[in-house]
């Protein structure tokens, strides 16, 4: 049995989706001030890595992580909307890449999974 | 969690922080300047221990070896004992072989090195006087066809570093140099594909090396490069890029003054502006960045946007040539 990440694609799938997907998030007035930083390359890399673990992949990410990494995001008002819209430029890409409707839910269930953490609930 | 000991005084670290951060926040001075591991000018040598494979990723081999690293990239997993770097190891003798001024601000400093430095265009050096101060400059030159290390100095109002060159630095003198250092740069093996280079200031000078080195390397491409300055009698190399133009038909100047209306030939605005204006959509481009760090900044994210792969923006995160 291949693992989510490998039916994907992995590693592969994960660098074609993190600049499609880091664009949209940029290029969204709604949220692009929580992912604006001086130090863009730091900001991509972040993503890839959020990518890799919405795709099942390997990474070493834990709740924990996810609450510290976000809590002064919550501080400046990040909420539910701000990740819904995040998840949502997420299906799009994936979308985008054509990847099969079964393997997005599965991604979207794991994404929907940090929810809790990433808004520090 | 772990201590890092600095002259003979042991100081824990706080979770997640970096060498550079523990001894910085005791009050110990230590040099440094981007953080983000570009400028090597936190270098340290650590004397017990063991120091992360990433805050030695970019250093020379002899540099590994000796057990030196980089401060602000360095989070200690163990008790460390660390010293300032000796200058011995790190730097090396120039002697200043020519200065020639370019334009009413600009100067440029050709340098002989007493040891071979091999580097690629659009590296940089840090120079250090003999008042200590150290500042990166980034190197016009291309190491098959100079002869000479060349560096393009502006004279800042506020830039000692730039006063002192300008100023007392001549010809037959010496000074000491460290490096190369930087990833800004050309890479081979896609001629076809087009380049666009974008620098204000001296920031032309690390393009300028990298045009040429995709010239001499043959790239067949398309190179715009845009120079921009606020007048014009700061486009210091408008000559020979004009016949650089003229010579290849793969090469596009674009010369911009955004502080005064520009004369025959010259475009009027910000040259980011006009490079972006002009090749809205920048899918499968390679972009080099070089000048004001806010310029820098915010053309990367532009270009990012206009569909740039992250992967092919070279900017170095030491983004302030001009001292
Ligand atoms: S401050 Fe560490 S490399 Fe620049």
Not at chain 1, 56 to 74: E, F, I, Q, S
Not at chain 2, 309 to 319: E, G, V
Request: proline share 5%; hydrophobic share 40%.
């Amino acid at each position: 049995m291949s693992t989510l990440f490998e039916k994907i694609g992995g590693d592969a799938a994960v660098n074609a989706a993190v600049d499609i997907f880091y664009r949209k998030v940029l290029a969204d007035d709604s949220i692009s001030h929580f992912f604006e930083t001086t130090d863009m390359e730091a900001q991509h890399a972040k993503q890839k890595a959020f990518l890799t673990m919405a795709f099942g992949g390997p990474n070493n990410y834990t709740g924990a992580d996810m609450r510290k990494a976000h809590a002064p995001l919550v501080a400046k008002g990040l909420n539910e909307d701000h990740f819904n819209a995040v998840a949502g430029h997420l299906q799009a890409t994936l979308e985008e890449l054509n990847v099969p409707a079964d393997l997005i839910g599965e991604v979207m269930a794991i994404a929907g999974s940090t929810k809790d953490d990433v808004l520090n609930r | 969690m772990p201590e890092i000991i600095y002259q003979g005084k042991a100081y824990p670290c706080q979770p997640d922080e970096t060498v550079l951060d523990t001894l910085r926040r005791n009050g110990i001075e230590v040099p440094y300047s981007c953080c983000a591991g570009a400028c090597h000018t936190c270098m340290l040598h650590c004397l017990k221990g063991e120091v992360s494979e990433r805050s030695q990723k970019d250093l020379k081999p002899a540099l590994k070896n000796l057990k030196y690293f980089l401060a602000c990239q360095c989070v200690p997993e163990q008790d460390v004992e660390v010293a300032l770097p000796d200058d011995e190891d790190v730097y090396v003798s120039a002697r200043l072989v020519e200065k020639e001024q370019l334009s009413p601000t600009v100067w440029r400093f050709r340098l002989e090195a007493a040891v071979p430095i091999y580097y690629h265009a659009g590296q940089f050096l840090n120079l250090k006087n003999e008042a200590g101060w150290v500042r990166s400059y980034s190197l016009a030159s291309l190491p098959n066809e100079d002869e000479f290390l060349e560096l393009h100095v502006r004279r800042m109002p506020d830039g000692q570093m730039s006063h002192w060159l300008i100023d007392h630095f001549s010809v037959g003198m010496h000074i000491e140099i460290e490096g190369p250092n930087g990833h800004c740069l050309y890479t081979d093996g896609e001629p076809e594909r087009p380049l666009i280079m974008v620098g204000t200031g001296t920031g032309l000078a690390p393009l300028v090396g990298i045009l040429r080195d995709a010239l001499h390397q043959g790239h067949r491409g398309p190179i715009h490069l845009y120079h921009g300055v606020r007048t014009h009698d700061e486009l210091y190399l408008h000559e020979s890029l004009l016949a650089m133009a003229q010579q290849h038909n793969n090469v596009y100047y674009h010369a911009c003054v955004s502080g005064d209306e520009p004369a025959e030939g010259l475009q009027a605005g910000r040259a980011a502006d006009i490079a972006l204006g002009e090749h809205p959509d920048l899918k499968g481009w390679r972009v080099f960045l070089c000048g004001a760090p806010e310029m820098v900044q915010q053309t990367r994210k532009k270009a990012f946007l206009a569909g740039a792969s992250m992967q092919d923006i070279s900017a170095d995160a030491f983004t302030t040539p001009e001292h």
